[in-house]
């Protein structure tokens, strides 16, 4: 059997090749419109990558003033849910003690909420007549003490004087009298039922976290797919919990303490009513760096009303408050808490003024334990440590 012979390719015609006819094709060209047409594809892609971009931050920032409003509209739900949440967190270590020792959760939870509604009654039994009684008699100290600083204000009343009389060549008329501030029985019997509902759910709401918490973080804990993410997120929630715990515990303590210490020395300076502003400034010590301030203020206020004449002897109560509140926030609080529970006062501050915003003096209060609560969490949670870093001092 004889191969067969190749077949060569049909030879171009000449004539067809010398009328130019014939397409050759024109290698480099064909480059080049193929470069162009991805460049075209990549800056087209780039483009609407950059759109999407823009159009992510445009929802996001609509998404976070939705939350916001929402915060806001929803404040007379959330603050007591939050309380509640902060008030069983703290009291969780102590029911989880009673239960390593064999003693039923609802037991010690009883207990403690029993504890928890005879304190906070004796608290305001003590603490409502003297507040009511400065809010009546305050017009009044206001009154008595103006006549003491004659002495001081004489001369730049004079002057003011004088110098209006050379302006306008006349004196100034008095300024009218202020309305007295006053506060009626009534103004408190009609409030009471709010607040006492409010105090209620708050406490129901906590007994019912110190029993089933831990139940519902077991509830979760098992949604999760497989057994390592089981044990992933038990760790975390096991950690944030218990440093949670940690922090309001302390803080609850740290503040009592200052609270008790600031009674017992403006009694000893023999300051009426201690153990009102004892109270004041164990909860406005919840605020960092704010609170200080406002309660010296306070206090410096109180004692110039109060205070037999005007001298600079009058200030010593709220000259020692400042030493015992500096002496709390740089040495015992760093102290006992640690450094990893330290928060940038630029943190504190813009946090203060958003949920003291939103929710007004509730909100100032919870403001930094719940800053300090997200620290905590998202230390512990992938992708978020940055928050974390940035509040941290």
Known sequence: MSEPEPTLPPAPDEAAVEAGTLAIPDEPEAADASAR????????????RRH?????MVLNALLLLALLYTITLTKALLIPLVLAAFIGLALNPIVAFGARLRLPRWLTASVLMLGL???????????????????????TAIKSFV???????????????????LVSGTTRAPAPQATPISLS?????????????????????????????????????????????KRHAVTIVRGIQTEVSRYLLTALLINASLGAVTAGMLWLYKVPDPL??????????FIPYVGAIVTTTV???VCMLYANDASLEVFLPVLTFAGITAVEGNLITPFIQGASMRLSPIAILLWLLVWGWLWGIPGALLAVPMLTCAKLICERVRGWEWFAHIVQR
């Open 147 to 165: 006549p003491k600083l004659r002495s001081f204000t004489r001369p730049l009343e004079a002057a003011n004087r004088a110098t209006q009389t």
């Open 185 to 229: 029985t009534w103004d408190v019997v009609s409030t009471a039922p709010k607040v006492l509902a409010a105090v209620l759910g708050v406490l129901l709401l906590v007994f019912f976290f110190l029993i089933y918490g831990d139940s519902m973080l077991r509830r979760l804990v098992e949604i999760t797919p497989s057994f390592a993410y």
């Open 117 to 139: 509604i005879v304190g906070i009654g004796s608290g305001v039994g003590l603490l409502a007549q003297p507040a009511i009684g400065w809010f009546q008699g305050a017009p």
């Open 37 to 48: 047409h991805g460049l075209h594809r990549l800056n087209a892609t780039r483009g609407m």
């Open 276 to 285: 009102l502003w004892g109270a004041v400034a164990m909860f406005a010590n």
């Open 52 to 56: 999407l971009r823009a159009i992510r």
């Open 299 to 301: 206090l410096a206020v």
